[in-house]
């Protein structure tokens, strides 16, 4: 096995961000081999620098060939569509690969799990858990004691306060606040700028200032 291979799941402007911060970092000796994404018309193309080698369907034939694999599909109504796809990848036996970008700050006394994007300018505090395949865009701070579930999407400029506590598959809207001790249940959406003060039930969406249940 070839372990030094990245295949990109997902050839969107989100691999253009997950590249970018990659080659900063400058890896630890891993190369990206390709991308698998289901739009057939990029079949053979590059994209970002890198060649489209297939359906997300051709990843068994990936087995034993590459040593990691970098999901790179960002959207708010694809977070459960990410965990199923995660999580057939997984049982083929692939390994995910985490990436931090050099400029974020991250507390020692922190977990960041496997499958992790980390953007520009995070900073994470200490006793925060950051679960599997959870994404954090730019500049968003994360304090201390947070707890960010599986496959959660942080959008850039994100804050949240102590002790906040956000489910699986939740997707926090761009310059979102969340108050401290704040829970955010799973697969729940907060809207673009929302103030969050109160805690979010399950599967709603919540927006505005502050943050009210739309539905
Ligand atoms: C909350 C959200 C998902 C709703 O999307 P939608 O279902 O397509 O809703 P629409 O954009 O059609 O808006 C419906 C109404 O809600 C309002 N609205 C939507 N999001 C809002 C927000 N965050 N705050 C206040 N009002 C909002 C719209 O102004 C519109 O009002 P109107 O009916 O009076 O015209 C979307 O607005 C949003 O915030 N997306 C997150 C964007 C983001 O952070 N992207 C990061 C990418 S890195």
Not at 29 to 54: A, F, H, P, Q, W
Request: net charge positive; proline share 2%; aromatic share 8%.
């Amino acid at each position: 096995m070839d372990n030094k291979k990245i295949l990109i799941i997902g050839a969107s402007h989100h691999s253009k961000v997950l590249i970018d911060s990659f080659l900063s970092s400058g890896g630890r000796g891993e190369e990206i081999c390709g991308y698998l994404d289901d739009n057939t018309s990029l079949l053979n193309k590059t994209v970002n620098g890198y060649k489209v080698l297939g359906k997300i369907e051709d990843i068994e034939k990936f087995k034993g060939k590459v040593g990691f694999v970098l999901y790179a599909i960002a959207s708010i109504k694809f977070i459960k569509k990410k965990e199923d796809i995660i999580k057939k990848i997984k049982n083929l036996g692939f390994k995910f690969y985490t990436i931090i970008h050099p400029t974020a700050i991250i507390s020692n006394q922190s977990v960041i799990n496997e499958g992790v994007f980390i953007g520009p300018g995070v900073i994470i505090q200490p006793g925060t858990i950051i679960k599997n395949h959870v994404t954090i865009y730019s500049g968003s701070i994360i304090e201390h004691d947070n707890k960010i579930g599986d496959y959660s999407f942080i959008a850039p400029g994100v804050v949240t306060s102590g002790n906040v506590s956000i489910g699986k598959g939740v997707f926090v809207g761009t310059r979102s606040c969340i108050k401290n001790n704040v829970q955010i249940g799973d697969y729940s959406i907060v809207g673009i700028g929302s103030n969050v003060i109160n805690n979010v039930e399950k599967n709603k969406l919540v927006f505005g200032n502050p943050a009210r249940v739309i539905k």
